[in-house]
């Protein structure tokens, strides 16, 4: 079955920093790829996606690249910010199983001033 | 474009009562999921529906729980009789393709 693993959290940066969030994936078809972001209260938004390999999606500084060969869509910023602090899910739509959407465990990002 | 519109935001309700949870997806969405999303268990997927039609309700916990899309515009999540166990956030989410799919804000349910 599907499945996606996320780095474990929590992660605590530094405004400015550098961030990555490992996320890796395991689908039986062609899966498209999704980083949702949960602010404190709220539901999930979708940060951004890509639906092929070698796609760079990317949205609000952050960026994604979909790697088939090491099946992974590893989240990056350039310099996080106090308001980037959220819960980040990596999830997957696998085409070939009717769309079902399934997520990672989710990872806590506190940006401290 | 209203998003994702769930009802209530907020639900206190008795043990052993009936809760009806309530969603409008995005017009022209055609899938719609519900998920529970608790500290314990991380977000997890009770029921979804293409077209109207559950597809898959593997997730449902149990009998105590039930969906229902009667149009394309409104779908239910019914729990009874509710217990404390069934306390978290229900969100419902919809979706076309593989565009991503768009999150209400949810409804935070307690069952005392």
């Known amino acids: 079955g599907n499945s996606v693993t996320q780095m474990e959290g929590p992660v605590t940066l530094s405004e400015e920093a550098f961030l990555t969030i490992n996320c890796t994936y395991t689908?039986?078809?062609?899966?498209?790829l999704f980083w949702y972001v949960q602010y404190p209260g709220e539901g999930l938004q979708l940060l951004l996606k890509a639906t092929k390999a070698d796609d760079k999606g990317s949205n609000k500084g952050f960026e994604a690249t979909y790697r088939k060969e090491t099946t992974s869509f590893h989240l990056e910023k350039g310099s996080v910010q106090v308001s980037d602090s959220a819960v980040y899910f990596c999830?997957?739509?696998?085409?070939?199983?009717?769309?079902?959407?399934?997520f990672g465990s989710g990872t806590q990002l506190t940006v401290l001033p | 474009d209203a998003g994702v519109i769930q009802s209530p935001r907020h639900e206190v309700t008795e043990m052993g009562q009936e809760v009806t949870l309530r969603c409008k997806p995005i017009s022209g969405h055609d899938y719609l999921f519900w998920y529970r999303q608790t500290m314990m268990r991380g977000l997890e997927l009770l029921i979804y529906f293409n077209n109207n039609v559950p597809i898959d309700d593997s997730g449902m916990p149990e009998d105590r729980f039930s969906a229902k899309m009667p149009n394309a515009s409104f779908s239910t999540l019914k729990i009874q009789p509710s217990e404390p166990r069934d306390s978290a956030v229900y969100f419902c989410a919809s979706g076309h393709r593989s565009y991503g799919y768009t999150f209400g804000s949810g409804t935070r349910l307690t069952v005392v």
């Open positions: 999830a997957l739509s696998d085409l070939g199983s009717a769309r079902q959407l399934t």
């Open positions: 689908a039986t078809g062609y899966p498209s």
